[in-house]
């Protein structure tokens, strides 16, 4: 008799979260309709948004006049570390990104390669990103700050 109630126990436990994660799965899919919906007209790689800062440890970076050494570090780090994944003048696994500055803020330029797996989840235009490149990630690559800073000179 133990036995059976046990069997029952966990029968009904089981049903439970099935319930639950059925209903998680419905609420998932109805936003991902929506955004899909919303999103017909403009493509996000080309949309502009350039008062949007990300989310990350950079808020307000301001670009002076172009550093030449700062340059010459960051063609070598992008060079290691993301021509796998991104071409200049065409879609590749990652966006194209000539003209960057015309549709993203430094910061969030910034932003995307230090804080990359936050903004794919919160940030609207990295979440739009994802969506049109596949699902793909682009993983934290765990640069410094000074890093970063000498790709985003770079890729002025
Ligand atoms: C594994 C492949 C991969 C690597 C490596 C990679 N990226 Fe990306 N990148 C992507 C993808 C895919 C996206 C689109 C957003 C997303 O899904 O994360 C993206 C988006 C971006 C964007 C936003 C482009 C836009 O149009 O707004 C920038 C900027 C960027 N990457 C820079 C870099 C830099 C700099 C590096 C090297 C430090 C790098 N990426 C390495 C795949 C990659």
Same mark, same amino acid.
């Given at each position: 008799?133990?036995? !059976? ?27 991902? !309709? ?25 808020? #307000?970076?301001?670009?002076? #006049? !172009? ?25 590749? !696994? ?63």
């Amino acid at each position: 008799m133990k036995k !059976i109630l046990l069997f029952l126990a966990v029968v009904l436990i089981s049903c439970g979260q099935e319930k639950k994660t059925e209903k998680k799965k419905a609420t998932y899919g109805q936003i991902s !309709i929506a955004t899909s919906q919303k999103d017909e007209s403009t493509s996000s790689s080309s949309q502009v948004d350039l008062t949007n800062y990300g989310i990350g440890p950079v808020k #307000d970076l301001v670009f002076s #006049d !172009i550093d030449d050494k700062m340059v010459q570090l960051g063609k070598q780090l992008y060079d290691q570390k993301c021509t796998a994944c991104h071409k200049f003048d065409k879609r590749y !696994i990652g966006p194209a990104l000539n003209g960057l500055y015309d549709r993203r803020s430094p910061s969030w330029v910034m932003n995307i390669m230090l804080n990359p797996i936050e903004m794919v989840k919160k940030d609207p235009v990295a979440m739009q990103l994802l969506e049109e490149y596949n699902n793909v990630i682009m993983y934290n690559q765990n640069l410094t700050y000074d890093e970063a800073r000498a790709i985003a000179e770079y890729l002025r």
